[in-house]
């Protein structure tokens, strides 16, 4: 059976976050991703993919892919919601970028 163009793209991914102590992280969703659920446009995920952080960061540890690479150029698969929300927290908030659906938006006092 051959796919629709609709069911072959993939949507645009999200913009890296920076977070006000300049710590930043690629955070992604979509059926490419290591996420839950693994779907395009979700309405929440309650997973998601954090990839090539600034710096090592002990909240996603748990969650790398094994890289041999080191932390700051691993892959973190399924990262729960909540812990991408620490890690913005910890960090001081955001201050540009953005987050897959489902994840509160921890905004930096400026």
């Known amino acids: ?7 072959l793209t993939f949507p645009q991914g999200n913009k890296r976050i920076k977070c006000k102590d300049g ?9 490419r991703n290591y996420c839950e659920p693994r779907i395009n446009n979700a309405v929440e995920y309650s997973k ?3 990839g090539f952080p600034s710096a090592e960061e002990s909240l996603l ?17 399924y990262v729960p919601s909540h812990v991408v929300v620490l890690v913005c927290a910890k ?16 905004k930096a006092n400026q």
């Open 61 to 77: 540890n748990p969650y790398m892919d094994g890289s041999v690479m080191g932390p700051k150029a691993a892959v973190y698969g």
């Open 1 to 7: 059976m051959v796919k629709s163009s609709k069911e």
């Open 23 to 31: 710590f930043s992280m690629s955070v992604q969703a979509s059926r």
């Open 91 to 106: 960090h001081g908030g955001v201050i540009e970028g953005d987050l897959p659906p489902g994840i509160p938006f921890i």
């Open 48 to 50: 998601v993919e954090v």
